[in-house]
């Protein structure tokens, strides 16, 4: 009966746009940057959105920062934090999670003006059947166009699939895009599961932002202390800094992590 329950609560949404959110009014009054500040943050199942919005605020790299990814959202999660730290943002869920009924998905968050994006169903599901997806989404800082990518992909993917689904992600992305970000949580638990989800990225053109962030998890430190969940990849930029937060209060199971980046010429 519980199985029955649970299945009924699930639902992937397989449409191509659809439901989706977006709030694309928001103006950020200055000059646009050469500098950029993007943080990317799975806020586990949008459970606690308020004091992850009180963390970001307390956090000189988060609360200034032009872009923002985050995971295991729901749309009244995302509006909070758009509505409360003064971002555009446009979210699409990728299921009903059966863990709590309520969507789940990817969003994008931005200082700057939004332009197209999009949902990316990625192939393959992992043996829960919950299907996983990357948002796309133009930003427009000045007269420059960056296409940002936030992603989750599953824990127990096969090594096979997780390679493929990332060609798939790198196959929407046009040879002349001279800016690009990728971020989100890759769930990169193994050594395996790390080089097949990071090795398509670095052949397409990427660099990994984040490559010395140490396990941006809670839990399993001890285990892991040479890898990390979280990544952020860029091409046409360069990195200026990066850390991850880990603060004592814990709105989510995972740290927060940012990069500032100089945009190349």
Same mark, same amino acid.
């Given at each position: 009966?519980?199985?029955?329950?649970?299945?009924?609560?699930?639902?992937?949404?397989?449409?191509?746009?659809?439901?989706? %959110?977006?709030?694309?009014? #928001?103006?950020?009054?200055?000059?646009?940057?050469?500098?950029?500040?993007?943080?990317? +943050?799975?806020?586990?199942?949008?459970?606690?959105?308020?004091?992850?919005?009180?963390?970001?605020?307390?956090?000189?790299? /988060?609360?200034?920062?032009?872009?923002?990814?985050?995971?295991?959202?729901?749309?009244?999660?995302?509006?909070?934090?758009?509505?409360? /730290?003064? +971002?555009? #943002?446009?979210?699409? *869920?990728?299921?009903?999670?059966?863990?709590?009924?309520?969507?789940?998905?990817?969003?994008?968050?931005?200082?700057?003006?939004?332009?197209?994006?999009?949902?990316? !169903?990625?192939?393959?599901?992992? $043996?829960?059947?919950?299907?996983?997806?990357? @948002?796309?989404?133009?930003?427009?800082?000045?007269?420059?166009?960056?296409?940002?990518?936030?992603?989750? /992909?599953?824990?127990?993917?096969?090594?096979? +699939?997780?390679?493929?689904?990332?060609? $798939?992600? @790198?196959?929407?992305?046009?040879?002349?895009?001279?800016?690009?970000?990728?971020?989100?949580?890759?769930?990169?638990?193994?050594? $395996?599961? %790390?080089?097949?989800?990071?090795? *398509?990225? !670095?052949?397409?053109?990427?660099?990994?932002?984040?490559?010395?962030?140490?396990?941006?998890?809670?839990?399993?430190?001890?285990?892991? $202390?040479?890898?990390?969940?979280?990544?952020?990849?860029?091409?046409?930029?360069?990195? !200026?800094?990066?850390?991850?937060?880990?603060?004592?209060?814990?709105?989510?199971?995972?740290?927060?992590?940012?990069?500032?980046?100089? /945009?190349?010429?």
């Amino acid at each position: 009966m519980r199985f029955f329950h649970l299945q009924n609560r699930k639902r992937n949404y397989t449409h191509p746009q659809h439901p989706q %959110y977006a709030y694309l009014d #928001y103006t950020e009054k200055r000059t646009p940057p050469n500098r950029l500040q993007v943080f990317t +943050y799975n806020i586990q199942f949008a459970k606690k959105v308020r004091p992850a919005v009180e963390l970001i605020e307390s956090n000189e790299n /988060l609360k200034h920062a032009d872009i923002v990814l985050l995971q295991e959202m729901d749309a009244e999660g995302v509006m909070h934090i758009c509505d409360t /730290l003064g +971002y555009n #943002y446009v979210y699409y *869920p990728a299921v009903r999670h059966p863990n709590h009924g309520r969507d789940f998905g990817n969003a994008i968050l931005s200082k700057w003006p939004i332009g197209e994006h999009k949902k990316l !169903i990625l192939p393959h599901v992992e $043996r829960t059947k919950l299907q996983r997806i990357a @948002v796309l989404a133009d930003i427009h800082v000045g007269d420059r166009k960056i296409l940002v990518i936030c992603i989750h /992909l599953g824990v127990w993917l096969k090594t096979a +699939y997780r390679t493929l689904q990332m060609k $798939r992600v @790198v196959s929407e992305i046009p040879e002349r895009e001279k800016y690009c970000i990728i971020g989100g949580d890759f769930n990169t638990l193994t050594k $395996r599961n %790390y080089h097949a989800t990071i090795d *398509p990225l !670095i052949h397409g053109g990427f660099d990994l932002a984040t490559k010395n962030i140490a396990w941006s998890y809670k839990h399993w430190y001890i285990l892991n $202390r040479k890898t990390s969940l979280d990544h952020i990849f860029t091409r046409g930029a360069r990195l !200026i800094q990066t850390d991850k937060v880990a603060s004592r209060k814990k709105p989510s199971d995972h740290y927060p992590i940012w990069v500032q980046l100089e /945009l190349d010429d």
